[in-house]
Each structure stands twice: as structure tokens, then as C-alpha cells.
């Protein structure tokens, strides 16, 4: 099993920044994705950014050059900054776990989930 807990969220003014963060525990595993994906209110979950055991990051083109995924492996802990934040980026942000790689944006396949942070933008 594995627990996942995000925090970090919060409200920001367009053009601002937040940092989320989601502590892991539970067993280790030698491969896995680690994602951040994020549901608005009446839209589909969309996956976010992810990485993988090879530390290999992807982001969804809406994010891509605004948002860093990044993990410190010895704390266990799984970061997504946030920079020139949109009002469009408002939404549930969930962090995910699954022991395995590949198409680590792909939400399906995720095996845990945490229970979301807040993260809302005004214009």
C-alpha cells in the first residue's frame, strides 16, 4: 500500500506562483510514475506532469514551460511548481502513484491516489 497526502495549495492572483507538494509512505518500489493530475469543476481529469523511476519528466501542453515537476527521493516527497499561474489552472490537484513506467500521464492506470489539494486563480 501506499499513502499519498498533497499540500500546498491555495489562492493566487493570475501571473502568481504556488508550489505543491505530496508526501509518500508506504512500500518502496524500484519502478514507478509519480503524476499530478487536476479536475475543474463539470471537466474531465487531466494529467498534469508526472515522473518517473528514471527521473524523467512530462507535462501536458497546457503546462509545458509554466510548471516544474521535481521529487527528493530520500524524503519521499513529490513537488510540482507552478509559475504564471492562469485562471484556467484552477482546479483539484491530485497526486498519484503507480509501480510501474510508462504513459505516466495517463490516468487509468494509477493505482493511488491522494485526496487533492485546492488550487484556485483569479483574474
Known amino acids: 500500500q501506499v499513502q499519498l497526502l498533497e499540500s500546498g495549495g491555495g489562492s493566487v492572483q493570475a501571473g502568481g506562483s504556488l508550489r505543491l507538494s505530496c508526501a509518500a509512505s508506504?512500500?518502496?518500489?524500484?519502478?514507478?510514475?509519480l503524476g499530478w493530475f487536476r479536475q475543474a469543476p463539470g471537466k474531465e481529469r487531466e494529467g498534469v506532469a508526472s515522473?518517473?523511476?528514471?527521473?524523467?519528466?512530462t507535462y501536458s501542453d497546457s503546462v509545458k514551460g509554466r510548471f516544474t515537476i521535481s521529487q527528493v527521493i530520500a524524503a519521499n516527497t513529490l513537488y510540482l511548481q507552478m509559475n504564471n499561474l492562469k485562471p484556467e489552472d484552477t482546479a483539484i490537484y491530485y497526486c498519484?502513484?503507480?509501480?510501474?513506467?510508462?504513459?505516466?500521464?495517463?490516468?487509468?492506470?494509477?493505482?493511488?491516489w491522494g485526496r487533492g489539494t485546492q488550487v484556485t486563480v483569479s483574474s
Open positions: 508506504g512500500r518502496s518500489f524500484r519502478t514507478y510514475c
Open positions: 515522473i518517473d523511476s528514471t527521473g524523467t519528466p
Open positions: 498519484a502513484f503507480k509501480p510501474r513506467t510508462g504513459r505516466c500521464l495517463s490516468g487509468p492506470f494509477y493505482n493511488y
